[in-house]
């Protein structure tokens, strides 16, 4: 580097010798040049001024002109701006939640059609833990089906949702109820291991065409709200309600207000709060169960199979854990039961194989579901990212 900035600077010094003499040459010359030829070659002498006032353009208006841009064309002499809004709504639908995201970016145009409600209709934002804006305006541009398990939710205001999936969400019961204010179509719902209250409750019951409500493991309201909830849901085919802080009286408002629409339903976990008599009224207001999981009911005997068998669609049975029911008692559970094919006795059957075969059990498969499905949105302990068997369109990879 040092020897080219040498060998420049030597350049620039002969440059400059040349220039002088050559500048001395000139001069010589135009010493020998007749006056007229220097006079000729010699530049214009400027006019005088009359007007000192004037200025020398003033004859000459000066304008500023702008050149028109003209709009750049493909090849094919077609642009994105010459295509009607249904066709880019139909490319739009192809992209992931990701590019579609940033096409909204592009122009306002673009920006509108990306947050059409024809492409929000189902979104899975599983991994997101704190999305508060993001969410209020996925809410906003009209989504359907919203599965967001186990995030941080703040202040929110969902309108048009229709299945959702709040799933050990961080959120609190302030914030819940609000959202749930504005929600009057919901038919799916997961609300499990949240703090609800009796506000909450009472928004729920403004939900008419509820079909799947999954609570298992919630806490924090009182039985009357949740007797009132249950009468308003006419049309309620699937509900978990297991394992929450229930008392007494919890216990007998659900089985006292449930529809005679429930087909599946998760009782569990309620020890001494479930007796002989809460089953009794569950089977007599439900007679179309088919899956009825009532385990951990330290109370119940032997005594309840005869009451049982008057469900004659009841196809898997759960009784872990109900340790006054003998294993023996459930031998002829083939014969008294014709329509069932699952039954789930952790704790009473230690061997399903030595059992199926003492008592000739063939068409029943024992001990195969040690945790309920029922009411829940996603398959536990699986990868899949589906909610009640749908897969939602747009999903956040991360």
């Given at each position: 580097?040092?020897?080219?900035?040498?060998?420049?600077?030597?350049?620039?010094?002969?440059?400059?010798?040349?220039?002088?003499?050559?500048?001395?040459?000139?001069?010589?010359?135009?010493?020998?040049?007749?006056?007229?030829?220097?006079?000729?070659?010699?530049?214009?002498?400027?006019?005088?001024?009359?007007?000192?006032?004037?200025?020398?353009?003033?004859?000459?208006?000066?304008?500023?002109?702008?050149?028109?841009?003209?709009?750049?064309?493909?090849?094919?002499?077609?642009?994105?701006?010459?295509?009607?809004?249904?066709?880019?709504?139909?490319?739009?639908?192809?992209?992931?939640?990701?590019?579609?995201?940033?096409?909204?970016?592009?122009?306002?145009?673009?920006?509108?059609?990306?947050?059409?409600?024809?492409?929000?209709?189902?979104?899975?934002?599983?991994?997101?833990t704190n999305m508060a804006a993001a969410l209020e305006l996925l809410l906003t541009a009209g989504v359907r089906r919203l599965r967001c398990p186990r995030t941080f939710i703040q202040d929110l205001h969902p309108v048009h949702v229709v299945q959702m999936d709040l799933s050990n969400c961080n959120i609190s019961a302030e914030t819940l109820e609000v959202m749930l204010s504005r929600c009057s179509a919901l038919t799916h719902l997961s609300l499990e291991g949240l703090e609800l209250s009796d506000r909450i409750l009472h928004h729920l019951s403004q939900n008419p065409?509820?079909?799947?409500?999954?609570?298992?493991?919630?806490?924090?309201?009182?039985?009357?709200?949740?007797?009132?909830?249950?009468?308003?849901?006419?049309?309620?085919?699937?509900?978990?309600?297991?394992?929450?802080?229930?008392?007494?009286?919890?216990?007998?408002?659900?089985?006292?207000?449930?529809?005679?629409?429930?087909?599946?339903?998760?009782?569990?976990?309620?020890?001494?709060?479930?007796?002989?008599?809460?089953?009794?009224?569950?089977?007599?207001r439900c007679p179309d169960i088919v899956t009825l999981d009532i385990s951990d009911s330290v109370f119940l005997r032997t005594t309840c199979i005869p009451t049982l068998q008057q469900l004659m669609n009841l196809k898997h049975l759960s009784l872990s854990r109900c340790y006054q029911i003998y294993a023996a008692a459930l031998g002829d559970v083939g014969e008294k039961f014709t329509a069932l094919r699952l039954l789930d006795a952790f704790g009473l059957i230690p061997d399903p194989r030595v059992f199926s075969k003492t008592y000739e059990i063939k068409h029943i498969a024992v001990n195969t579901r040690a945790i309920s499905m029922i009411a829940r949105p996603t398959p536990v302990l699986t990868d899949v990212h589906s909610m009640w068997d749908y897969r939602c369109r747009l999903r956040f990879h991360y």
């Open positions: 580097m040092s020897h080219n900035l040498e060998g420049s600077m030597l350049s620039d010094s002969s440059s400059s010798r040349r220039k002088k003499r050559g500048w001395v040459d000139d001069m010589m010359e135009a010493e020998n040049t007749p006056g007229d030829v220097i006079h000729q070659w010699s530049p214009t002498h400027k006019q005088l001024c009359l007007h000192p006032r004037e200025k020398e353009n003033d004859a000459v208006p000066f304008v500023l002109s702008r050149r028109s841009r003209r709009r750049k064309e493909t090849s094919s002499g077609l642009s994105w701006d010459h295509l009607p809004d249904e066709l880019i709504l139909r490319i739009l639908f192809c992209l992931p939640l990701s590019n579609l995201l940033r096409t909204s970016l592009v122009c306002k145009r673009w920006r509108r059609l990306a947050f059409d409600e024809s492409l929000w209709h189902s979104v899975d934002l599983d991994g997101v065409e509820m079909i799947e409500l999954n609570m298992g493991g919630c806490a924090g309201f009182s039985p009357e709200p949740l007797g009132r909830m249950l009468q308003s849901f006419s049309k309620l085919e699937r509900l978990n309600i297991s394992w929450c802080e229930f008392s007494l009286d919890h216990v007998k408002a659900v089985v006292g207000n449930l529809s005679s629409s429930i087909t599946e339903l998760n009782l569990s976990g309620y020890r001494e709060n479930f007796a002989q008599e809460d089953l009794e009224v569950l089977v007599e």
